[in-house]
């Protein structure tokens, strides 16, 4: 990273629909920025022209200076090359779009976000200046007053991502920012997600087992994912480079597989905003607005359409400058009051100076500033612990003895084949386990390990005990992925035909 390099801080909006969407392939980190950089200049009016495509939205133009990107996004390097590239390839771009009709049915609509890059003969020359067509669709997926009519939007400042390595991370990162809301409980959020459904909104195309049969996901036949490459190749380093980045507001506590029989088909995040981020706006309900309009002024409908245009204007400009909590603290602050003669003008200045806060504090209530300190308090013990677990000493302490295990227990293995002819007497202790809790097909599978010709699901079978004895989950899901055989042999170079 050039340490000369300015970067300038503003704040990120983007529809939760547009950040929740499948995609045709993963932007890079370069691309991501981009993106972002496009939006804000959408959000500041900064249109070189409009575009009539005969769409019910014209597309637009703007002017993007590819150095502006690079610095806003503390980039550095000197492969200008490589960034050209990765803009003229932006038109390939392909958003998966959700849509829930009034009846109930889902229509998925597919939108070329960066339909045309303009003067690409200009671009190839290595100027730095570019225009790019993006889709009047788009546009209000990346305006906060817009976004909020289509189920809501993240917003976050930019330079908590400024330290992410990996393309995956911005993209896990947005995706658990958009359902932060969802089953909160002391702050922590809770949420399981489809891994299949993940997997085209994180690394679409990619890790797929072309060797099952196509399932649908976001509208379209893919292949499903394969656990084990998705997990080692994108999550788990996603994970740890959101954890390890100093900047970053959302800190995830731990990812839990879910089974549906042997199969893992969906994962459970726990995760949290700490800090400032806590305060950065985050969902809002579609009806959000037209709801709050209602317990303020009381009515649930206006005959006059343009007192409630009016009306709706100054929430919005509320909704967008405040978080979601201190709206909904002074809501509740407001209504507990009598006799307020125009309750939208005290709504405006209860939110602007939360009165609910200031009684709260008069009332002896924990404050903002102790909750601050008993977040922060929570997150250093968090980090603690993660780097307690992360500890390379205490690791290769424990990788040491698990290898020490698994080679005596493999020694046993050889030793036991040259004295007896018997090749399961050194797992009798382990059959008798299972003999007791075996069903037909286990029995099955027990007579063929006896007669030592264990066939293909006998193995597996067997695997699958091993793997309840082992403590690395690196080497649990080896085995589940590659089988007994396989896996003893490449570990430990012996011949495992034996068996």
């Known amino acids: ?17 547009i950040v929740q969407a499948g995609k045709r392939y993963s932007l890079n980190l370069f691309q991501q920025r981009a993106f972002n950089k496009i939006s804000e200049l959408i959000r500041e009016g900064k249109i070189v022209r409009s575009v009539d495509t005969g769409n019910k939205v014209a597309d637009v133009v703007v002017r993007l200076h590819i150095q502006d990107v690079i610095k806003s996004s503390r980039l550095g390097g000197t492969d200008y090359a490589k960034y050209v590239k990765s803009i003229s390839d932006l038109p390939s771009f392909l958003l998966r779009m959700k849509q829930v009709l009034p009846d109930g049915t889902i229509r998925w609509s597919s939108v070329s976000a960066f339909p045309k890059i303009l003067g690409e003969d200009d671009l190839k020359k290595n100027r730095s200046i570019v225009d790019i067509q993006v889709a009047g669709e788009l546009i209000q997926h990346v305006i906060p007053s817009q976004a909020i009519e289509i189920g809501g939007y993240i917003q976050y400042k930019a330079s908590r991502t400024f330290d992410l390595k990996h393309s995956y991370s911005h993209s896990l990162y ?8 969802r089953n909160k409980k002391d702050g922590v959020a809770t949420v399981l997600f489809d891994l299949n459904e993940l997997a085209q909104v994180l690394c679409p195309g990619s890790y ?20 084990v490459e998705m ?36 994962l459970e995040f726990t995760f949290y ?7 950065d706006p985050v969902y809002l309900e579609d009806s959000y607005r037209d709801r709050l309009i209602s317990k303020i002024t009381g009515l649930s409908a206006f005959k006059n359409e343009k007192l409630l245009e ?13 978080p979601v909590d201190r709206l909904n603290a002074n809501l509740e602050y407001m209504l507990k009051k009598k006799n307020i003669k125009l309750p939208l003008n005290y709504f405006e200045k209860a939110v602007e100076k939360d009165f609910a806060s200031a009684n709260n504090q008069k009332q002896g209530t924990l404050s903002f500033s102790s909750a601050d300190q008993a977040q922060e308090a929570y997150i250093q013990r968090k980090k603690e612990e993660s780097q307690e677990k992360g500890n390379k000493k205490l690791w290769e302490q424990q990788k040491q003895a698990l290898e020490s295990q698994y080679n005596q227990w ?58 309840s004895q082992i403590g690395k989950e ?8 590659k089988g007994i055989k396989v896996w003893a042999a490449e570990k430990h170079q012996f011949d495992m035909d034996l068996y």
């Open 231 to 266: 997990n080692r190749r994108v999550l788990v380093p996603s994970i740890e480079d959101i954890n390890g980045n100093t900047n970053s507001d959302l800190f995830i506590e731990r990812m839990s597989p879910k089974k549906t029989g042997r199969a893992i088909t969906s």
């Open 273 to 279: 905003l700490k800090g400032e981020g806590e305060n």
């Open 174 to 181: 947005e995706f658990l920012r958009s359902h932060a809301f």
């Open 1 to 17: 990273m050039d340490s000369n390099t300015s970067t300038v801080d503003f704040y990120i909006s983007k529809s939760n629909r």
């Open 474 to 481: 690196e080497e649990k899901y080896y085995l589940l992925e």
């Open 310 to 322: 009016d009306i709706r204007k100054r929430v919005d400009a509320i909704i967008e400058s405040y």
């Open 208 to 227: 797929q087992d072309r060797k099952k049969p196509m399932i649908e996901v976001h509208g379209i036949k893919v292949h499903p994912v394969k656990w």
């Open 410 to 467: 493999y020694d046993e293995v050889r030793l036991s084949y040259l004295n007896s002819s018997n090749s399961l007497r050194f797992m009798t202790k382990y059959l008798r386990f299972l003999e007791k809790e075996a069903s037909a097909y286990e029995r099955k599978f027990l007579s063929e390990w006896e007669s030592g010709a264990p066939g293909e699901n006998a193995q597996k079978w067997f695997g699958r005990y091993l793997i």
